[in-house]
């Protein structure tokens, strides 16, 4: 694995779920293969559960972590080809970037898409710039489009619960929010279950909320949350602002919000959310406060799943 | 020891600061009770002495240490229960607990009163929530009321400088200072004294300063500061602001503010205070700047302290 | 070595810079030396590049290293000798330095100069005030008219490129820039250029912009660029306010831009810059984006600069 950006640079989906399995029951056994290497973690946009699981799934590595956060402390970084630069950045990505790969072994980078120019953000535009000018594999940390580590946590987390022979019923569910979020994590769990094929996928959203379909593709889409619940086994709950007209806030209908009653045509469905939630906004209070929420194991799966990618990343070094 | 928020989680005070003295010798003679554990170090506010020594405390037990500052970055928490989270909290201290107990061993959390609601304040709302829902040992690094790590470090500095068979006397004095400040490290210090019970013990205040009795009960309030001084051995400068009329200033007298003279009548008083302190407001130079002051030998104290208790949290797990 | 403030701290620069060029062939080599070690990193300007090369080179080393952003987090520090503190300042030099000196083994410290008053300025007052209160080793990680750190790094990347058995011509040229620069980086890589005494040194700048003697004595002065570049093999570009008409920008003229025809005359001259780099104000594109720049490499070697001189505050200690 050169670089860790989406599903398409995993070669076996299951292989890195088994691994993140085996990390979680021996956090430690393979505290030698990181040893003398760093990874910087850079955030142009801030992070708690991201940034933490993988500076403490370095160290289970025996890697240093050291993190960066850009545009606090004055050092704004400018990232348009041929800039003059007079104004506020003070320093080029194109200066930034290979000093980065000089220092680090590994470069983990979030960045967040300004929602207002869809070209540019499905682009990955800054992403790209790390990748081409760093040097060292860049491993996403949530980029303009997605969100691989969480996706990666939220299959390891599926696969550990669901016990059955039969495919589970996993449904992604649109959620109202405050404000206008980011389709990544929508996108980014639709484009893994896809590539998985172990469950049966239905996303649901209201109409105009449609995803864009290189990550969709092959998914059902039922705009009738009822009937998109009915006999889920897991429903991930997850607000995104609506892709085509792109970055708007299309509906703030209060019925989307997951509420315990909703539940009751499910197969005891677990519930999942990336987290920060919105309490009584996207998910109810009732639902988040009892049995059937797993939000808390799927943001403690998120150490294992940067464990396993991290060590992919170390060995193709 | 299962949290430590107070003396009353403390079974044996001297062994405490007997353990704090021992470290002191020899720093590193314990590096592997912490191998492979981790604490995490939530500051709700800031801090420079706290955090500092925690982390090295934690280090000199091979522990790894990582610091969170909340309300930064935009990491807005939420803690009324059932609020409709549509205001600018991102998260709600119900999911952001239980995931910080899930990536740490132990969780230091540092909050502050806000001075307004006594009976939020001294119900310690912040630090009871997370210790609710995280679900894993809490080490208070200063909480609404109290500042136990600051206390049992003032403790081992008096224990390791005073070497007669008497009791010293310790006077507590209240100091000038520009703001309102919380009551914590008085009462802390209060209650600490009272239950290491090897003082003789005088607060002295302006009249409206008296500290909640829960933690002054069995000391001598002296309103006379120059009364209170005469024979002291040791002399704790601090500001606080008034419980009763709470959180108000009620004086701004300058005389209270030590001064060169005020030691004219104390047994070669050291003085003491848990910085930062306001020089010239609280403490004159002539003060600091002479042999009398402890203060930095009180701060340096702190890494033993914190490495004791750790020890002791360690050892309950 | 007792502290590392200018290149009067240094014996023999040519031992330095070539322990600096080991370490870079084996940074590993004497992870032992620094091993229960720690060392502050007190910043009260930000920096990336001193920030993170200075953390690596103590990690490879085996000392821990903490960083400290001051005037963040309400941490506002007082240096006035004898100051009323009712203002915003919560915290004096005086009490925090001891601190510092007590929690670590050595105090690395940025300042940076208010380009107000010369005198202030160029007395160092903020470091000295470190060196006088901290009682440990301090390390300048930049400071009002100094950067000792980045010049030895320079240094090590003309010796470790020029291959020829004559004297290399060294230009450190002025360059154009959006604010008015500190002195330090042109200073001290004066001092050091002229305390080395193996490059024929030649400094070019518009009139008015003659840096403090006590630095470029010795050097030729040569206000005419393109005479100045010729046959150059190293040109250092960076802007700096006039010393004269002290914070002053006295020329903004962009003929002053280092640009690719000025090569020419050259022997085909490698470029420097200490970075951060305005791209097409100091330098254009054009050479940052050729071979013939190297600033990756110079500020790769600050990791090996920065282990030498820890490496050596620590066998002094």
């Known amino acids: 694995m050169k670089h860790f950006l989406s599903v398409n640079d995993v070669e076996d989906i299951d292989a890195l779920v088994n691994k993140a399995l085996q990390f979680k029951m021996n ?3 393979s505290q030698q293969i990181g040893a003398g290497k760093r990874i910087g973690l850079v955030f142009l946009n801030p992070s708690m559960r991201t940034r933490l699981s993988t500076q403490i799934a370095a160290e289970n590595l025996g890697m240093k972590a050291i993190v960066l956060n850009v545009n606090q402390d004055g050092w704004m970084l400018e990232f348009e080809e041929g800039a ?12 930034a970037a290979p000093i980065l790969g000089t220092y ?6 979030r960045t967040f898409p ?19 000018y760093a040097g060292i594999p860049i491993l996403s940390l949530e980029s303009a489009t997605l969100h691989p580590l969480q996706s990666l946590a939220d299959i390891v987390t599926i696969e550990e619960l669901f016990r059955e022979k039969r495919k589970p019923k996993v449904v992604l569910t649109w959620a109202p929010h405050v404000k206008a979020l980011p389709q990544c994590v929508a996108n980014s ?15 649901s959203h209201p109409a ?20 998109a619940l009915k006999d889920a086994d897991f429903i991930y709950v997850k607000n995104w602002s609506a892709y085509q007209e792109y970055g708007k806030i299309l509906s703030e209908d209060k019925n989307w919000m997951l ?10 469905a677990k519930v999942m959310h990336c987290l920060p939630v919105r ?28 464990q396993t990618v991290l060590a992919e990343l170390l060995k193709a070094k």
């Open 104 to 109: 680090f072994d590994i470069l983990g980078v």
């Open 114 to 132: 300004g929602l207002k120019d869809k070209e540019a953000d499905y682009s990955e535009f800054y992403l790209q710039q790390f990748i081409k």
């Open 208 to 227: 105009g909320y449609e995803l864009d379909e290189q990550f969709t593709k092959g998914a059902n889409i039922e705009y009738n949350q009822d009937t």
């Open 27 to 29: 956090p430690l056994v």
């Open 279 to 306: 309490r009584n906004v996207e998910l109810s209070d009732e639902v988040l406060d009892s049995a059937c929420s797993i939000v808390t194991q799927q943001a403690g799966n998120r150490v294992w799943a940067a």
């Open 259 to 268: 509420t315990r009653s909703k539940l009751a045509t499910t197969k005891q």
């Open 189 to 203: 769990f639709a484009q893994w279950i896809n590539a998985w094929g172990k469950a049966d996928f239905v996303i």
């Open 84 to 95: 003059i630069m007079e104004g506020s950045s003070v320093e080029h990505i194109k200066d």
